[in-house]
């Protein structure tokens, strides 16, 4: 029973896009300005550091786009949102094992090419500047050290990171269905010098947008 409701489900928001996209005004050519909210699901990839496992992690994200037109099937959307990372860790650090937690709220700024098949759907990829506003830490292991949180605490955190990110918008009206995944091309060590697990970054979006 509970199969038959979900594919009946399934078909009945198939059904649902499908007759919005008919009714979908081609705005294609138009400067167009909106606004969006949604939640992440991040984690890191590439990392550096003995015994270091990560699980990903629940966050926010929100912030504004610009679509400008280049024409019809082309154009240019930058975006500027604020995003949490982070993820869930276990390891070893100065011989002793540790469990936290990192959350890292991002400015993520993304200027996306943008190509337009249909009114209906847009197509997105482009380089990703992501600026670090804030950084929080919570060990939850009774075994960490206060040695180990300093190691944390005063690692050489990268600031300014650059990545790449791609997606897609479901344009329905005035309303935007927006998935999107960002990787860093940097890892979040400046120079190295920490003892600490290095790592890149890794992140998908779901957003609900309203072009204004």
């Known amino acids: 029973m509970k199969k038959t409701i979900k594919i009946t489900a399934l078909f009945l928001l198939l059904g649902t896009i499908v007759n919005a996209q008919d009714n979908t005004t081609d705005n294609r050519n138009a400067l ?15 990392t550096q550091g003995q015994d270091f496992n990560a699980d990903a992690k629940l966050g926010f994200t929100g912030g504004a786009f610009l679509a400008i037109p280049i024409g019809t099937y082309l154009g240019v959307q930058p975006e500027v949102l604020v995003t ?15 469990t936290f937690t990192r959350t890292s709220t991002f400015l993520d700024i993304p ?8 009114p209906f759907l847009t197509l997105l990829v482009g380089p990703q500047y992501s600026y670090l506003m804030k950084q929080k830490d919570v060990f939850t292991s009774s075994a960490v ?22 997606g897609l918008d479901i344009n329905i009206g005035i309303v935007v269905l927006s998935g999107r995944v960002g990787w860093d091309v940097q890892d979040n060590n400046g120079d190295g010098t ?16 309203f072009r204004l």
């Open 111 to 118: 200027i996306f090419l943008a190509l337009k098949p249909s």
């Open 145 to 166: 050290s206060y040695q180990q949180q300093q190691q944390f605490e005063l690692n050489n955190v990268r600031k300014n990171i650059f990545g790449i990110a791609a």
């Open 84 to 98: 949490q990372k982070g993820f869930k860790a276990t390891g070893d650090l100065l011989g002793f094992p540790y």
């Open 32 to 46: 167009q300005i909106g606004v969006k909210v949604g939640g992440s699901y991040s984690n890191v990839y590439d």
């Open 194 to 209: 920490s003892s600490s697990p290095r790592y890149k970054n890794v992140s998908g979006q779901i957003d609900i947008g």
